[in-house]
């Protein structure tokens, strides 16, 4: 066997490993970013739920006095700004 050819597969071999090890720690990082974003998306839409669900309770109602249609404004507590 020809001592540098062996020489040079050995040292190609070499450098796919680390080529494999920087690629497997980039997939590793890549797939936690992936499932972070995951996380953030969905409490994002909690958020915009609960924020949607808060303003349609905080709609003022239609209601009628003396039969005419009206807004009806809930009562402020003292702490309300």
Same mark, same amino acid.
């Not at 040079?8 to 980039?26: S, V």
């Not at 949607?52 to 239609?62: G, V």
């Given at each position: ?9 050995? $040292?190609?071999? /070499? +450098? ?15 797939? /936690?970013?992936?499932? +972070?974003? $995951?996380? /953030? ?7 915009? +739920? ?5 303003? $349609?309770?905080? $709609? ?5 006095? *003396? *039969? ?12 309300? +700004?």
């Amino acid at each position: 066997m020809d001592p540098e050819l062996l020489e040079r597969i050995t $040292a190609r071999r /070499a +450098e796919l490993d680390e080529l494999e090890e920087q690629l497997a720690k980039q997939l590793t990082e890549v797939r /936690a970013e992936r499932d +972070e974003l $995951a996380v /953030a998306e969905r409490g994002l839409e909690r958020m915009s +739920e609960q924020l949607a669900d808060e303003r $349609a309770s905080a $709609a003022p109602t239609p209601g009628q006095v *003396g *039969g005419r249609a009206v807004i009806l404004i809930p009562h402020r507590t003292p702490d309300a +700004e």
